[in-house]
């Protein structure tokens, strides 16, 4: 499955990733036949002193030389080529699946490990192929070929091979096996940093604001402490690579020097052919470590590759109906006995909920936090499915509608919006792309946005940061308010959308929305009471259920919750009967 997913994305660089290997075997059987030239340069030409020897071997050397350097050159420009276009491709892949997700899929994923999928994975699997590619052609054949040629000049001799090999292969295996396993520790200590460091950065002003920053600052510390340890020990070990390797590289040569004097003596070996053993020793050897290198770093990207494939290959669970339907007929809203959970099998956020909202009316919704109003909201703009019954929007359940005919004609304001960088005119067209000038001015009129807007310094024209941290939290959401009001939608839901705004402002909005659309639905979020007060209905949510939903005079009668925050929130002066929502 893994190996699938990945393999899709190499078929556009077939060629290339063909020809890598064709190129670093060239390069191998090459450069492995060099040696072999500087031998017959010394026996042949140096030893009995024939210059004309030395030149004909010195020009092949170089040739030789010359052509492994280029096919060297071109196997690498080729394994650059399809190693970072996979990576593109994964990329791709991923982030074209995760505009298809649903809010709960990203919920399953988390912003944070999304991030870390479509960044550090993707670098492993890239380093791994790269590798794959190159190195896992050229070691063995390398390791192949040099053994070969040992046999061929002297065969006793590579006895001596088989040893060092030997044991070289033998303390390699421990050693790696120690290390993978270090490693997987190490990656998942990565995660542990990733989100400690993401949740400080985004919460940075609450931090600040809190003066916690010498608690965030231990909490960082720790987690990058057994990350330091933990790399440490690995490290420790791999550097105990170049000792070993070192140690048998010097028996074997020693041994080479005992076994071949005496050869040389006897007449059975040439001084060249001993030169070159020595190179083909050097070569074996580190064909090897490279080889135990490729162990480690493929094990270590599998990790990746997997996380990699769970983001393409997830399958959102919302998707478009068939054959959906284009319009909207009204903005009546029903919940038919709504049970909802965020998690499969989770708790339940509703439950049982049967609502009967007509088309045009202004319906209020009040509760404690966690009492389910977001949820609530949004379920009807299908943020989330319902998992009992059906929520219908113009009498027919929202899963029928196509997506984007459903989410045009709903519009949530959240409490918390995300503004993009760009103009005030961009972000307000995000409402509707074509709208003129005067539209957006209507549309913050309504929102009591303008006032703000034509302050700024370039008015509609002036620059909103990422996030839109260049304005304060009230003038964010009356701007984000505008955007959805520009797309005069058959529903609109305000989710605590005027929480940040001072309370005569937020009865101005109030008012303008009102009076505007009339024919629309309004669903006002609210954890404050005079918020909602004189809506036409409002819906008193508690622990998830619906307990109450009638005017505001008929509650006061005969709803003891409503009673309740009425009368917390009027005699209290607090304003708020849960400050923390
Ligand atoms: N994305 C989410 N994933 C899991 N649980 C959630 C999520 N959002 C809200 N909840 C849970 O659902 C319940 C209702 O939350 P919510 O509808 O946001 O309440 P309210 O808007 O009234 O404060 C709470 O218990 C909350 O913890
Ligand atoms: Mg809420």
Redesign the pocket.
């Known amino acids: 499955m893994i190996l699938k997913t990945i393999i899709k994305q190499i078929k556009q660089y077939r060629t290339a990733v063909i020809l890598t290997p064709v190129f670093t075997s060239a390069e191998v059987f090459i450069g492995v036949l060099i040696p072999y030239i500087t031998a017959s340069i010394i026996d042949k030409g140096i030893n009995q002193s024939n210059l004309e020897a030395v030149y004909k071997y010195g020009t092949i050397m170089v040739g030789l030389a010359f052509l492994s350097l280029l096919f060297g050159i071109l196997a690498g420009r080729y394994a650059a080529y399809s190693s970072t276009g996979v990576a593109a491709n994964l990329r791709d892949a991923m982030y074209g699946n995760i505009q298809r997700f649903s809010?709960?899929d990203i919920?399953k994923f988390s912003t944070a490990g999304l991030v870390t999928r479509m960044t550090t994975d993707v670098s492993n699997v890239e380093n791994s192929i790269q590798m794959l590619l190159r190195t896992s052609v050229r070691a063995p054949l390398n390791l192949i070929s040099s053994f070969v040629m040992c046999f061929f000049i002297n065969s006793y001799m590579s006895l001596i091979f088989v040893c060092a090999i030997g044991i070289l292969s033998i303390s390699l295996y421990f050693l790696i096996k120690r290390a993978t396993k270090l490693f997987q520790q190490i990656f998942q200590k990565y995660d542990t940093l990733n989100s400690v460091i993401e949740e400080n950065v985004n919460a940075i002003r609450v931090v600040k604001a809190y003066v916690r920053e010498n608690k965030e600052l231990s909490k960082l510390d720790k987690a990058a402490l057994s990350l330091y340890t933990l790399n440490v020990k690995a490290e420790g070990l791999m550097a105990l690579n170049h000792p070993i390797m070192n140690m048998v590289v010097y028996g074997c040569i020693i041994a080479i020097s005992w076994f071949g004097a005496h050869q040389i003596s006897e007449g059975t070996l040439t001084t060249g052919q001993l030169t070159s053993l020595f190179s083909y020793v050097m070569t074996v050897m580190m064909s090897l470590m490279m080889l135990s290198m490729i162990f480690v770093s493929v094990t270590m990207s599998v990790a990746s590759a997997r996380r990699i494939t769970e983001v393409i290959n997830e399958e959102p669970d919302m998707f478009n109906p068939d054959s959906p339907l284009l319009e909207i007929k009204d903005g009546s809203v029903d919940f038919n006995n709504v049970c909802f959970?965020?998690?499969k099998g989770?708790?339940y956020?509703?439950e049982k909920i049967s609502l009967h909202i007509k088309s045009g009316e202004s319906v209020g919704v009040i509760?404690?936090?966690?009492?389910?109003?977001?949820?609530?909201?949004?379920l009807i703009c299908r943020l989330?499915d319902v998992c009992e019954g059906s929520v219908s929007v113009g009498g027919v359940d929202v899963r029928c509608y196509d997506l984007k005919v459903l989410r045009e004609s709903v519009a949530i304001v959240l409490q918390k919006n995300t503004l993009f960088s760009g103009t005030v005119l961009d972000n307000l067209r995000w409402g509707k792309e074509d709208a003129t000038l005067e539209e957006c001015r209507q549309a913050c009129r309504m929102a009591c946005a303008d006032e703000f807007i034509s302050q700024l310094e370039e008015g509609y024209n002036s620059k909103i940061e990422q996030g839109g941290t260049n304005l304060s939290g009230g003038q964010r959401q009356r701007l984000a308010l505008a955007r959805a009001l520009l797309k005069k939608p058959k529903i609109l839901i305000l989710?605590?959308a005027t929480s940040a705004v001072d309370t005569a402002t937020e009865e101005k909005i109030r008012t303008a929305i009102h009076n505007s659309n009339k024919d629309s639905t309004k669903i006002i979020?609210s954890?404050r009471i005079l918020s909602i007060t004189d809506c036409d209905r409002i819906i008193v949510?508690d622990n998830?259920m619906v307990c109450g939903f009638d005017t505001h005079d008929n509650l006061l009668k005969n709803n003891n919750i409503y009673q309740d925050i009425y009368q917390m929130q009027s005699s209290g002066g607090e304003g708020d009967f849960d400050a923390k929502?």
Do not use: E, P, Q, R
């Not at 509760?367 to 949004?378: A, C, D, M, V, Y």
């Open positions: 809010f709960s919920d959970s965020y998690k989770g708790d956020a509703l509760g404690g936090t966690g009492s389910g109003k977001s949820s609530l909201g949004s989330y989710d605590d979020i954890h949510v998830g929502n």
